[in-house]
């Protein structure tokens, strides 16, 4: 495609409900991050993926947060028993970044989901 | 942890004028971005400096990095009401992970009034 494209846009969820985030990169990206943006505050690395391995999950905020890619290409961020603060816009982005070069490229973000845990 | 702050955090002006935002952060880095954010929803990439570079130009913006002060100011001039955003830098932490994983301030929120 295009560009990053991140589903649904929008979900209104209850406290305690599962949900699931997917993103689908840029072709031929191997780099995958998630990040999240909560109301009024800056974004917050969540995790990183090269390839279908996630060598950096460091941000995940509590183990109600699981990743996985698939075929290199699309990912899925799952929230168990939602909580209110988890509400926030979750935003995934793509890069073509080598692992281990250390040097970075700029990165490319998809439109976001806004998540609303009532 | 937060690496990058920003300021102001707030900054209204006219059309035409010019615009400077600055960042500083607090550990070595591989490059600094700055991103644009409109209505709160997806980041665009808007130029990359690398930690050896000290100046950046791309259009009307203007990027310097000064890494001994670990800091970097973005300079929009002539600016326009579609430049009305929020302006976020993020910095690329140097060390043993190498990932790319981006440290984002807490952005600059831009006002351009026609």
């Known amino acids: 495609g295009a560009g990053v494209s991140q589903s649904p846009s929008n979900k209104v969820t209850e406290k305690g409900k599962d949900v699931e985030l997917r993103c689908d990169p840029i072709s031929g990206h191997t780099a995958l991050y998630w990040y999240r943006q909560s109301l009024g505050q800056g974004l917050e690395f969540l995790i990183y993926f090269q390839g279908n391995s996630a060598p950096d999950k460091s941000g995940l905020p509590s183990d109600r947060f699981s990743a996985e890619r698939t075929g290199g290409s699309v990912s899925t961020l799952t929230i168990q028993r939602t909580q209110q603060e988890d509400s926030a816009v979750y935003l995934c982005?793509?890069?073509?970044?080598?692992?281990?070069?250390?040097?970075?490229?700029?990165?490319?973000f998809g439109p976001g989901t806004r998540l609303t845990v009532l | 942890s937060q690496q990058g702050e920003e300021d102001p955090q707030a900054l209204s002006i006219q059309e035409g004028e010019n615009a400077t935002m600055n960042c500083s952060y607090k550990t070595s880095i591989n490059n600094l971005q700055w991103y644009r954010q409109n209505s709160g929803r997806g980041l665009v990439h808007l130029i990359l400096i690398r930690s050896n570079e000290r100046e950046k130009h791309s259009g009307r913006l203007r990027v310097t990095l000064d890494t001994s002060k670990k800091s970097s100011s973005l300079l929009i001039t002539a600016s326009r009401a579609a430049d009305t955003a929020s302006y976020f830098c993020?910095?690329?932490?140097?060390?043993?992970?190498?990932?790319?994983?981006?440290?984002f301030g807490q952005g600059t929120t831009l006002q351009v009034k026609p």
């Open positions: 993020a910095t690329a932490p140097s060390g043993s992970s190498n990932t790319g994983k981006l440290i």
């Open positions: 982005a793509s890069s073509s970044h080598p692992q281990g070069t250390g040097v970075g490229n700029e990165q490319f």
